[in-house]
């Protein structure tokens, strides 16, 4: 009896539930219950966000607060949490901005005695929000659960999030992005000897990003089979583990037939028969190669834009359809978004766009040369 296939995005929430006991058991017996409480409206990715947030966050209450310096954090009941006060947590805020990776720790905050400096974390808005954002959600079940008498996290007032223009490849960073990968120009000798067995490969997935918006998650998580070439399109599983059909024009469908045609050449390993982007070990292609492919080739077409990511191509497209329909309710669902007011942030990049060709439209005047200007 032939064994039953189990999907990638399976197979992923798998993983990421075991690294969740794994944590777990580094944490409160409560932190168990509150997981099992979110986990109904949460996704194991979310959850496993959330249990290194709270490992964190004990670790700054281990480290900075007298009361808990010498408490174990897995021994935590819910009479200690009761003890945290809100100026812990806008303390924990305020540590956020910078800290020790707690890998780099003893149990007594110090580094380890090594030669290597401990590695120093850095968060930002967002970074912060999220953070604090978890701490808001593990005392909001605690008290509405009667576990501590007060939420005091409802006191602390999460950070403004700054607006910023979305970073995106303009048409001629676009070419020359693909002429990087097609030319192999710019890359030093070792990434050109790689090249010669990436580039179909890499000329597809930028492809892919371009043409249709598709999230780095999603792209790593495709099969050969989720392709449809008699309908250019296929199917893509969107967070939540919703399934929909995404469309891709000519010059994409052209990009994959010519990497199939390699790819069928290549035996994978055992488990990884059916992934549609391989890594040179012959194994599904992982979201940070992707990252660090997307990098290699953004330096050279966009050397001024240090942060192009894959998230950043599926800016591109977004901002590329909307300038060419007009309409952001398609581009909000080509881009899989859950509110269409986050797609409206594209907008922003449009306007940008219009101000500059409205500055050239604007009638004045010509001047008359003066004799100094003579």
């Known amino acids: 009896m032939a064994q039953k296939r189990v999907s990638y995005h399976t197979q992923h929430s798998y993983q990421m539930n075991e690294r969740l006991k794994e944590l777990q058991r580094e944490l409160p017996s409560l932190c168990t219950d509150y997981f099992r409480a979110i986990a109904q409206t949460t996704s194991p990715l979310t959850r496993l966000a959330y249990a290194y947030d709270l490992r964190l966050f004990f670790q700054y209450l281990r480290l900075e607060n007298v009361t808990f310096a010498n408490s174990s954090t897995i021994m935590l009941t819910g009479d200690d949490i009761a003890r945290v006060t809100a100026r812990d947590i806008a303390g924990f805020q305020e540590y956020l901005q910078q800290y020790v990776r707690e890998t780099d720790m003893q149990d007594d905050g110090t580094a380890f005695g090594d030669d290597s400096p401990p590695i ?46 979305i970073l995106y490849l303009e048409p001629d960073e676009v070419v ?75 010059a994409v469908q052209r990009a994959l037939k010519s990497y199939l045609q390699e790819r069928e050449q290549v035996t994978t390993l055992p488990g990884h028969e059916y992934a549609l982007f391989l890594s040179l070990q012959r194994r599904r292609i992982t979201a940070r190669a992707v990252e660090n492919l997307v990098k290699k080739y953004a330096q050279i077409a966009a050397p ?71």
Do not use: W
């Open 120 to 165: 120093l974390i850095q968060n930002y808005e967002l970074g912060i929000m999220r953070k604090l954002s978890c701490v808001r959600s593990f005392f909001d079940y605690l008290f509405k659960n009667e576990i501590i008498p007060a939420n005091v996290a409802t006191m602390i007032t999460l950070p403004k999030r700054r607006e910023k223009p």
């Open 304 to 374: 001024l834009k240090k942060r192009i990511s894959p998230h950043k191509l599926r800016s591109t497209f977004g901002t590329n359809l909307y300038q060419e329909t007009g309409d952001i309710y398609l581009v909000s669902d080509a881009l899989g978004h859950s509110d269409v007011n986050t797609t409206k942030r594209h907008y922003a990049a449009m306007k940008d766009s219009r101000r500059r060709e409205a500055a050239q439209r604007i009638p004045l005047p010509e001047l008359k040369q003066t004799q100094k200007d003579e």
């Open 176 to 250: 020359r992005l693909m002429d990087a990968v097609q030319s192999g120009e710019g890359l030093s000798p070792r990434q050109q000897q790689y090249l010669k067995t990436t580039q179909r490969r890499d000329i597809a997935i930028l492809m892919m990003f371009l043409g249709t918006g598709i999230r780095v998650s999603e792209l790593v998580g495709l099969d050969i089979d989720d392709l449809d070439f008699t309908q250019n399109a296929f199917m893509v599983t969107r967070k939540g583990g919703n399934q929909t059909i995404l469309y891709y024009p000519d």
